[in-house]
Antibody, heavy 121, light 107 residues
Framework: QITLKESGPTVVKPTQTLTLTCRFSGFSLDTTGVGVGWIRQPPGKALEWLALISWNNNKLYRQSLKSRLTITKDASTNQVVLTMTNMDPVDTATYYC?????????????WGQGTLVTVSS | DIQMTQSPSTLSASVGDRVTITCRASQSISNWLAWYQQKPGKAPKLLIFKASTLQSGVPSRFRGSGSGTEFTLTISSLQPDDFATYYCQQYNTYSWAFGQGTKVDVK
């Protein structure tokens, strides 16, 4: 059974750095072809793709946020961490992590429940 | 970055209707396109990947087609469980992107 769960602060102040952790089970990031990505959704708005890390440590980032995002993995503990610097109220959103199977062309087939992050002073 | 444009933004339909949603890419993405369904307060659910491959467990009334820059999601006979918001996503390039969504509501 594949599960993913996001965790992190529910509130951050403007200019602070957000650190989110995705803990997963039922698959391994050591397996060829597997990746874990992050997607966010501001309240009442559309999904926004943020970043992806692959089994071979290849990383992709949303171009408009590339300078603020860092994605890392720890395959031994089944965790992926996303950091976003210089948070702003417009970054208020539900943040999701999701599994991908890249060579097979399968994007986000399993998702976490999401975690709401509010940016407010 | 490749931009994804969905139409319409909102679609009002009745149970049993045939529903079509369009997604256009600002440049060719071959067939690297997925469709998701999202219900309020829930994570999105993958319906179709590689433009036309049905994800396991998804009903066959969902059909994806297209390649290059123009894609469609068709629901052959809308069911009560299908009222939701649908998103397309391109995953062709180094920076992936979603469309702005299409809400399917009750007519």
């Amino acid at each position: 059974q594949i599960t993913l769960k996001e965790s992190g602060p529910t509130v951050v102040k403007p200019t602070q750095t957000l650190t989110l952790t995705c803990r997963f089970s039922g698959f391994s990031l050591d397996t060829t072809g597997v990746g874990v990505g992050w997607i966010r959704q501001p309240p009442g708005k559309a999904l926004e793709w943020l970043a992806l890390i692959s089994w071979n440590n290849n990383k992709l980032y949303r171009q408009s946020l590339k300078s603020r995002l860092t994605i890392t993995k720890d395959a031994s503990t089944n965790q992926v961490v996303l950091t976003m610097t210089n948070m702003d109220p417009v970054d208020t959103a539900t943040y999701y992590c999701a599994r991908h199977v890249i060579p097979a062309g399968v994007p986000a087939d399993y998702w976490g429940q999401g975690t709401l992050v509010t940016v407010s002073s | 970055d490749i931009q994804m444009t969905q139409s319409p933004s909102t679609l009002s339909a009745s149970v049993g209707d045939r529903v079509t949603i369009t997604c256009r890419a600002s440049q060719s993405i071959s067939n690297w396109l997925a469709w998701y369904q999202q219900k309020p307060g829930k994570a999105p659910k993958l319906l179709i990947f590689k433009a036309s491959t049905l994800q396991s467990g998804v009903p066959s009334r969902f059909r994806g087609s297209g390649s290059g820059t123009e894609f469609t999601l068709t629901i052959s006979s809308l069911q009560p469980d299908d009222f939701a918001t649908y998103y397309c996503q391109q995953y062709n390039t180094y920076s992936w992107a979603f469309g702005q969504g299409t809400k399917v509501d009750v007519k």
